[in-house]
Structure formats: C-alpha cells, structure tokens
C-alpha cells in the first residue's frame, strides 16, 4: 500500500515538473562556486565525436549523417538518427552531447509550434536559427554542447544555417560538423556544385560521410540521408558505412591492363631492316644511332 494511503501524506511539490529550463543562474552547485569552474573541475571530460553535414543545391538542402554514438572509447549506440525533424520543412542535425542536443530541440520544436498558433504560419528558417540561438546563448559557459546545421525550405527556398551552443549563427551552402568533418570537407569541396542534379547530391553526401567514418574513429555505423524539397523533407536512405565505402573503392579502382606484347605486337619487319643495317655497316664504320665504339678505336 502506497503511502500516501497511509497516513495521508502528500509530496511537499504539488505542482509537478516544470516544462521550462531552469535559468541561467539556477542550477544547482555548491554555495561559493562558480557554475563554470565547477562543471569544468568535477564535470565529466569524455571524448565524443561524429560526421554530419548538409548542402544547399537547386533541388533543395541535403542532410547526412553517421549513426555512432560513442562515449570516450565505448561505443554507447552505433545505430542513433543523428538529424532531428522539427516540423514538415525544417530538420536539423546534431553534434555535441547527445543529451544537449535532443532536448534543445524539443525546445525549439515546441516554441515553433507556438508561434504557428499565434501568427497563422510557420516561422522562416532564419527565423528558426536566430530563436535557436538566442535561447542557448543564455547558458554560454555552462558547458552546454550543441552544434547543429538547420536545413529548410521557406518562401525564401532552400535555406541552411549553422547554430553553436555559445550563440554563433553563419548562413552558407556547406557546412559539416564533427570530428570527421576534416575528411568530409575534402570530399565536398571537390564535387559539390550548385546546379548538382539530385542523384549526384545523393552520391556526394555519401560519398562524404563514408570516408569520414572509415577515417574517423568516433564516426561510423550507417550513413543516413535526408532530402528537404518544397514539399517537405524526406528519408532517403540508410546505409551501411564499411559496405558503401567498399563500393566506392572498387568504382574507383583502375580497370586492369593487357599484356602490352598482346596489345600492340611488335611487327617483324623491325628485326629484319635491323639485321640489314647490321651487314651494311664494316667493322671500322659507325652509325649516328650506334654507340658501339669503332673496332680501330677500341684499347685493350
């Protein structure tokens, strides 16, 4: 028997968990330290990692992954969904902590839907992003970890932004996040084009995301790739990282090459005009292509 049962108790908080964040000096350390040199003492230093990216093209904003999850050297879930819907038009991806990250976007998803109520329409992409980071902007030295890549489609088109945890926002075409976007930076910058048709854009962003997992440790797993068109965002397709990586080495692998005797066959007719040189010439003459020393020359 519960309880409250009992002896008629009752919890002293009757006013059950709070939707809303604590402020930004309320949580909860010692009496006399500083929050942030607190959580940079005794706070927890595991080293965590990952590959995401995403790309603005004609056809819309392509969004890619891995599905690693990893706690210092431990792999915590090698198949998580790294890129977060928000609403119909609007995703985003995730990199930092991944605790940080998924509630921050049940923050922004709630406060999207919102402003939907009282305007009558969505918010813009731009509009999305600088929400984003005006509300994470307020916990900056908290240790807080979120780096995310926000894909959309407006009335504006196709949009893309990036938004740190410490309130940094930048709008541009590519951006990759993670500890694997080094490699994903070099495959990009050489194929990406603006005019792409789409399934170029698929090939790219694989091709990206695969050579970041087999180059990164902390990346790996599967590649997932979405694609947000005018209509809303789509699940393209999840992947195998070690499998595609392995396809895209054989396609670039060289085709082997025929014997060169079988290939061009040396003609007879060489060995013949090169033993009638042989006998035209005496024994004292030379040749302008012959490098043999003359017989009368020759020391002993």
Same mark, same amino acid.
């Given at each position: 028997?519960?309880?409250?049962?009992?002896?008629?108790?009752? @919890?002293?908080?009757?006013?059950?968990?709070?939707?809303?964040?604590?402020?930004?000096?309320?949580?909860?350390?010692?009496?006399?330290?500083?929050?942030?040199?607190?959580?940079?003492?005794?706070?927890?230093?595991?080293?965590?990692? +990952?590959?995401?990216?995403?790309?603005?093209?004609?056809?819309?904003?392509?969004?890619?992954?891995? +599905?690693?999850?990893?706690?210092?050297?431990?792999?915590?879930?090698?198949? @998580?969904?790294?890129?977060?819907?928000?609403?119909?038009?609007?995703?985003?991806?995730?990199?930092?902590?991944?605790?940080?990250?998924? +509630?921050?976007?049940?923050?922004?998803?709630?406060?999207?839907?919102?402003?939907?109520?009282?305007?009558?329409?969505?918010?813009?992409?731009?509009?999305?992003?600088?929400?984003? %980071?005006?509300?994470?902007?307020?916990?900056?030295?908290?240790?807080?970890?979120?780096?995310?890549?926000?894909?959309?489609?407006?009335?504006?088109?196709?949009?893309?932004?990036?938004?740190?945890?410490?309130? +940094?926002?930048?709008?541009?075409?590519?951006? %990759?996040?993670?500890?694997?976007?080094?490699?994903?930076?070099?495959?990009?910058?050489?194929?990406?084009?603006?005019?792409?048709?789409?399934?170029?854009?698929?090939?790219?962003?694989?091709?990206?995301?695969?050579?970041?997992?087999?180059?990164?440790?902390? %990346?790996?797993?599967?590649?997932?790739?979405?694609?947000?068109? =005018? @209509?809303?965002?789509?699940?393209?397709?999840?992947?195998?990282?070690?499998?595609?990586?392995?396809?895209?080495?054989?396609?670039? =692998?060289?085709?082997?090459?025929?014997?060169?005797?079988?290939?061009?066959?040396?003609?007879?007719?060489?060995?013949?005009?090169?033993?009638?040189?042989?006998? @035209?010439?005496?024994?004292?003459?030379?040749?302008?292509?012959?490098?043999?020393?003359?017989?009368?020359? =020759?020391?002993?």
């Amino acid at each position: 028997m519960a309880l409250q049962d009992v002896c008629k108790w009752q @919890s002293p908080d009757t006013q059950g968990p709070s939707p809303h964040l604590p402020r930004a000096g309320g949580w909860a350390v010692p009496r006399g330290c500083d929050p942030q040199t607190f959580l940079q003492i005794h706070g927890p230093r595991l080293a965590h990692g +990952t590959t995401t990216l995403a790309f603005r093209f004609r056809h819309g904003v392509i969004a890619a992954a891995d +599905t690693r999850s990893s706690c210092g050297s431990y792999v915590a879930c090698p198949a @998580s969904c790294k890129v977060i819907p928000v609403h119909q038009h609007l995703l985003g991806t995730t990199s930092g902590t991944s605790a940080d990250c998924a +509630t921050w976007y049940r923050v922004l998803q709630r406060e999207l839907r919102l402003r939907e109520l009282r305007e009558g329409q969505l918010p813009s992409v731009a509009s999305a992003a600088k929400l984003l %980071s005006a509300m994470m902007s307020r916990y900056r030295g908290l240790d807080l970890c979120v780096a995310t890549a926000l894909c959309g489609w407006d009335r504006s088109g196709p949009m893309l932004f990036y938004v740190y945890s410490d309130g +940094t926002r930048l709008q541009g075409d590519i951006f %990759s996040v993670g500890s694997g976007s080094p490699y994903a930076y070099g495959v990009l910058d050489r194929g990406y084009r603006y005019d792409m048709s789409t399934q170029e854009a698929y090939a790219l962003a694989r091709c990206a995301v695969a050579h970041a997992t087999h180059r990164d440790a902390y %990346s790996g797993g599967s590649v997932d790739l979405f694609h947000v068109r =005018e @209509s809303g965002w789509e699940h393209v397709s999840r992947s195998d990282a070690c499998v595609l990586y392995m396809e895209l080495q054989k396609l670039l =692998e060289p085709e082997p090459e025929e014997d060169a005797s079988h290939a061009h066959p040396e003609p007879a007719t060489t060995h013949r005009a090169a033993e009638d040189r042989e006998l @035209s010439v005496g024994p004292g003459e030379m040749t302008p292509g012959d490098s043999r020393m003359p017989a009368g020359t =020759e020391t002993v």
